[in-house]
């Protein structure tokens, strides 16, 4: 059964930057399109990014212009490179398949980005 473990979260200052990974055991990781979500506590998680096989992407208007979703299947990895971060970006952020692209794998226990100053 596929794995996901997030990481690289952290405290960052508004205006920082942080790069998360995260890692996906198991095959066939290439052909998947995969996401990159965030929650915060008392609400539901909210998709951020995704970047399907061929290597294009999507992103929900709020962080447009200021993060990357980028893939290495070779690696089985997948990256969000976040820039200018703001304090409503602090979040747990989550990867998974998105809904709509195949089953969810199980959550990992997802990575802490918390902005302030």
């Known amino acids: 059964q596929v794995q996901l473990v997030e990481s690289g979260g952290g405290l960052v200052q508004p205006g920082g930057s942080l790069r998360l990974s995260c890692a996906a055991s198991?095959?066939?990781?290439?052909?998947?399109?995969m996401a990159w979500y965030r929650q915060v506590p008392g609400k539901e998680r909210e998709l951020v990014a995704l970047i399907r096989s061929s290597g294009s992407t999507n992103y929900v208007d709020s962080v447009k212009g200021r993060f990357t979703i980028s893939r290495d299947n070779a690696k089985n990895l997948v990256y969000l490179q976040m820039n200018t971060l703001k304090p409503e970006d602090t979040a747990v952020y989550y990867c998974?398949?998105?809904?709509?692209?195949?089953?969810?794998?199980?959550w990992g226990q997802g990575t802490q980005v918390t902005v302030s100053s």
């Open positions: 198991g095959s066939a990781f290439s052909i998947y399109t």
């Open positions: 998974n398949v998105p809904k709509g692209f195949g089953f969810a794998w199980p």
